[in-house]
């Protein structure tokens, strides 16, 4: 019997575990002062790419056993800075649910008064509410609270006795990165939904066309879809593009961030008729 739900998980799992592998070394090996702040430094975008696989896999877990998710979610954890079910909680049966509501939305992008917040506010806000908002949310779901609570004590348990062996590598091996891969995430998805106020699921998102930003996030500019059908798996998305893309407004797109796209990053884009039928038409 396979151990994942979907093969296609398998070497991206792989790849997380040899980052992981790697942060491991740097923290027991690494004697001089420079190395672990290098190090910090490389893993940023990397780091930020493997925040949008936690996503996914929150969304649909990628091992068919609990404890096997449960260690991948330690590992996440370390990377990401987001830990077992607090993106289940915050985002899958948070933001999903009210998103098109910008007065629940756990994301939201608007301020009290209606007006539209910048990245820098959105993003410094969303990061110091994840946790909070996701366990206000946990609060209707009392089994996912349990496991959000009990792996989060975990997790900070593994890191307490990391900064006891070694102080110095722990920060920047990981509690800095993790600090640093939540706020990049949140700022990531202030370009998905800002400004859109709409009740359809085809126009309330912008979406990111670019093969190398959807092969290093798992299909995540196909964003319209996954609000669509947010329990399908990642590898599915471009074909539901598809489906969706007549539906979807030509102005609704945007440029990939940094590394992909250094001048214009995240910048909107208008496709035109030709490339909306296109990508309309079934793959021969």
């Known amino acids: ?68 998710n449960r260690l991948l979610e330690l590992i996440f954890g370390f990377q990401t800075g987001v830990t077992s079910h607090t993106w289940f909680l915050h985002h899958v049966v948070g933001h999903h649910v009210n998103y098109l509501d910008q007065e629940k939305d756990e994301s939201r992008w608007k301020r009290d008064d209606g007006s539209t917040m910048g990245e820098v506010e959105y993003s410094l806000i969303t990061t110091l509410t994840a946790y909070p908002r996701a366990y206000q949310v946990g609060l209707r779901y009392p089994k996912a609270l349990r496991v959000f609570l009990v792996m989060g004590v975990l997790q900070l348990a593994l890191l307490g006795v990391m900064f006891w062996h070694n102080w110095y590598n722990a920060l920047f091996v990981f509690l800095l990165p993790m600090a640093t891969s939540l706020y990049v995430t949140a700022w990531a998805t202030y370009f998905h939904h800002v400004g859109l106020e709409t009740q359809e699921h085809a126009e309330a998102s912008y979406n990111i066309l670019h093969r190398g930003y959807n092969l290093m996030t798992g299909n995540l500019g196909y964003h319209a879809a996954h609000h669509a059908k947010q329990a399908l798996h990642w590898s599915k998305l471009p ?37 909306v039928e296109a990508m309309a038409r079934p793959a021969p």
């Open 239 to 275: 074909q539901l593009h598809a489906q969706m893309a007549k539906d979807i407004p030509a102005a609704h797109y945007r440029q990939p961030g940094i590394p992909f796209v250094w001048s214009g990053s995240e910048a909107k884009l208008e496709l035109t008729d030709e490339q």
């Open 1 to 68: 019997m396979t151990l994942f739900r979907h093969p296609e998980d398998r070497i991206p799992v792989l790849l997380f575990a040899c980052v992981f592998a790697l942060d491991l070394t740097v923290y027991f090996m690494a004697s001089s002062w420079w190395l672990p702040i290098l190090w910090f430094g490389i893993g940023i975008i990397p780091k930020g790419w493997i925040s949008a696989w936690n996503h996914h896999h929150q969304h649909l877990n990628m091992f068919r056993h609990a404890p096997l």
